[in-house]
């Protein structure tokens, strides 16, 4: 599997200060995504999604071109392509190599979910809600995502509840409505926490009408 991003992250663990070099940690995220994947994640996201995947918020299609390469069917959607240049987590002044798409990411937002109900749905790094100057469209895209999804599988790759990552309310959801299947780690600058959790939807009681 050719994945650039993991071997520029193990060059930069090489150098002392790396886990404190915000410049170097913000260049490769805004360059290549905001979670590191390795062969094992792809391999665990392709085979729990024998259906397809519906990524959104997926930012240069990073994870997308990676699970594509290992035989997964993946959409990707990014309500602000890269190749617009105001995409606000994927900025050429922030990394030293021209921002670029590594995959087709059409253009569309939270509600592109619907199109597609039999895939897995894919978020990754989903912004936080903790900055009210944050548009509300980008602070809300987790829940609104998982709100308008009718599938029954989720791959989450972000933080722990309490962190930086997804929505108060997109985690509130997560406790109710879903049953964590699998968590593997991702590799992480120090304090990071990333993980990619699998989520399988908690069955509905019988009897019990959803309206």
Known sequence: MNNPYLTLFREALKQPDAHDDWDLQWSLAHRFSWAVPTERTIREIRDFSPLGIVEIGAGTGYWASLLKESGADVIAYDSNPVELGTNRYHRNEKTSEPVKSFTTVLAGGARAVVRHPERALMLCWPPHDWNANTP????????????????????????????????????????????????????????????????????????????
């Open 136 to 211: 509300y469209a980008v602070r809300s895209m987790s829940n609104r995502a998982l709100a308008h999804f009718k599938g029954d599988r989720l791959i989450y790759i972000g933080q722990p509840e309490g962190g930086i990552t997804g929505s108060r309310k997109f985690h509130q959801m997560l406790r109710a409505s879903w049953v964590l299947i699998r968590k593997v780690r991702t590799p992480n600058f120090r304090g990071k926490r990333t993980s990619v959790y699998l989520f399988q939807r908690r069955p509905q009681p019988e009897g019990l009408i959803q309206i």
